[in-house]
């Protein structure tokens, strides 16, 4: 056929044609060797041209800004593509430009238009930066059969139709800046179909009728799969096949008490960990003097609830209406969600599965088990959000964690967790410090903690949306009349103010009851410094805080979620570490804004759907052993980046099939599952990593 001379298709070709032949988890779509025809591109306010980069051919772009959307369009060649086989279309992306861009990439069929048939995913690169801009392919559905299941994040699923990518008639990839502010250059190389689709386990055709669909363990009822609990007995004898494998494997040989480095240099003692730069590279430094590289977990021993409420008919067998299990039923608050601003009757079928495995005492008798396995596992950090009743076996190195709640609200600001603190308002100081006497007697100067995180994920916004929700609080906002101080003191009277901003306001007196934003672009220069005095003051009056309490222990940072190089800069000047909820695929070359720091990734996960899971978390893989893989390729990121000095995987146990009362989110997240079983594929490489922990960063 004609089509086979175009050396494109037959790349295409021979790529499916060694899948079909060795199961080969890849084929390659688009090649920019010298043969590739250029003009069969599509350019929108963009140019291009073949390249060589550092990873082979390449196609440069330049985009310019005078369209919302520059970019390319690279048709399928050959033909529609069936993609049906695989999980992900990717492509490597090189920044080649002078500024910051954000790459998409949007997968399309025809009649594409942005929304209905197609998906689309994006990426950021710094200058220079190298990375994989990954678009998972939608094979299937979720549903809620017609509302009959709600308050969760995830749902059972069905066959993809609609709207929806069909995945086996996939036309063009569409690569393209999203509405930029100025031009771009970047390169595409390497472009792929990737990694074997595997279908979730769960689906609302699994059984009639469908309900009830949750055990009585919390396990999803209808489907088997590796590790799934089926008997009590099964559940116990669990626990005795592991005491034997934890006995028989303790954990890294060459650590010391506190999991540092006893092998490794000694460097000061200090009683306390403290941060060191060695060789150029970033650590902690513990109590004793070895490099500690903080390799950890959050919310050990916290056990999440789920609603009841409204839902008799989805719990089979369920515990709650039995005897002895009454103290696991309790009453939540909703944020967010079908339940929201309710308080709701919850179960904590976690708690009770550990009641049914470790017996009466089992409070008593899993802490223990989880200090033996934190160790022969190759962790070496009990991080934020775990229970104090474990941590404060000190057995593990531990996070603490302080919050301003109580603290008066700015009025004008959102966000998804809530409002941010008004930092210049006195209940802010002080609910920092009435959470810091709390300390007192428990985490402060304890050797055993390494430091303080404060608050979790504010709501920082871009470098002028804390000023700007400042102006649009009511008059007697203390944020608000430190604002105006600071105007009054740079102009000489209203009008000069006016004259930049565009405003009209009458008075000095006036501005403080107006709650309209000025032209952010006009006013930009005086928002931008205000956001930065905010910021200073928020970490400075934290660093006081924790330092009049605990002077010898590290301030951790914010755990930053959405931030803004203002706030990040002012994080470098107070924090001993700073601190990062980094939901990425590597952080290799992560850099922050607030100069020569040691970094922390207080949270980073991968889920998958083949265990009976209804959602996969925030960074989606295949299988098991796909996650396994995720976070080894992201640990090891970590070590090669010298300003990292640990990483804090998001979370010990997955959380409820049918939702946290919180939020709704029932991630398949877990180090363990609902009924204490860990996941064998990924404790493998969390153990292979923690015993390479010191010699796999030191080197």
Known sequence: MKATTNPIYRLAAMGLLTFLLTGAAWRPLVDFTSDFDVKSVQCRDASIALTNSPSGPALQIHTGHTQPWPGVVLPASGGPWDLSMFASVCLQVRNTGTNAVTVSCRVDNPGADGKKHCV?????????????????????????????LFGMRGYPVTSAGGDDLDVKKVTQLTVFVNQPAADHQFELSAINARDLHTPPTAWITDAQPFFPFIDTFGQYRHKDWPGKVHSLAELQERRTMEARELAADAGPTGWDRYGGWGNGPQLAATGFFRTEKVQGKWWLVDPDGHLFWSHGVDCVGMQDATPIEERAEWFADFPGDQAGFSEFLTTGFALKGHYAGRRVKSFAFAGANLQRKYGAQWRQEYPVTVHQRLRSWGLNT????????????????????????????IGGSTGYWGQFPDVFDPSFAKSLRRGMAAKAKTSAN??????????????????????????????????????????????????????????????????????????????????????????????????????????????????????????????????????????????????????????????????????????????????????????????????????????????????????????????????????????????????????????????
């Open 446 to 699: 304890d050797p055993w903690c390494l430091g303080y995180f404060s608050d979790n994920e504010m709501s920082w916004g871009d470098d002028t949306a804390l000023a700007l929700g400042v102006l649009q609080s009511p008059a007697d906002q203390a944020a608000k009349r430190e604002f105006v101080s600071d105007l009054k003191a740079r102009y000489a009277d209203i009008a000069a103010l006016n004259s930049v901003w565009g405003t009209s306001y009458t008075s000095w007196e006036a501005l403080p009851d107006s709650r309209t934003a000025p032209d952010k672009a006009k006013a930009r220069a005086d928002l931008v410094a205000f956001g930065s005095r905010l910021a200073e003051t928020y970490f400075c009056t934290v660093q006081a805080a924790i330092k009049a309490v605990a002077p010898h222990q590290l301030y951790l940072g914010c755990r930053f979620a959405w931030v803004n190089d203002v706030a990040a800069r002012a994080a470098g000047k107070y924090c001993d570490v700073v601190s990062y909820n980094l939901y990425h695929r590597s952080i290799a070359d992560f850099k922050c804004p607030g100069g020569d720091k040691p970094l922390i990734v207080g949270e980073f996960h991968f889920g998958a759907l083949d265990r009976g899971m209804f959602h996969t978390g925030l960074v989606p893989t295949e299988n098991q052993p796909a996650r396994a893989e995720a976070y080894r390729d992201f640990v090891l990121g970590a070590f090669k980046n010298p300003d990292f000095v640990g990483t804090h995987w998001f979370q010990w146990q997955d959380e409820p099939n049918t939702g946290r009362v919180y939020d709704e989110e029932n991630y398949q997240i877990g180090l363990v599952d609902v009924a204490d079983t860990p996941y064998a594929e990924t404790i493998a490489i969390v153990r292979e990593l923690g015993r390479g922990l010191y010699e796999g960063r030191f080197k």
């Open 120 to 148: 689309t995913d994006s990426l950021t690169l710094r200058p220079g930066q190298t990375n994989i801009l990954r678009v998972r392919l939608p094979h299937e559905t979720a549903s809620t059969l017609g509302g009959k």
């Open 382 to 409: 009990i991080a934020n959000w775990s229970d104090a009743r474990i941590y404060s076996l000190r057995h593990t190195p531990y996070t603490d964690n302080i919050g301003s709640g109580g603290a008066k609200m």
